[in-house]
């Protein structure tokens, strides 16, 4: 292990910049249309 190196580095990375992943199941079409969705693979 590197002697720099932190366990909770993912929690301060800059590059997250507080994104966040929400899952929304069998939204309406508008909100597909809203997103450019056209089709997805099973």
Do not use: C, H, Y
């Not at 292990?1 to 997250?16: C, E, F």
């Amino acid at each position: 292990m590197a002697s720099g190196s932190k366990p909770d580095s993912m929690d301060t990375d800059p590059l997250g910049g507080g994104l966040s992943i929400a899952v929304e199941r069998n939204p309406p079409e508008s909100r597909l249309q809203q997103l450019g969705v056209r089709s997805w693979p099973k």
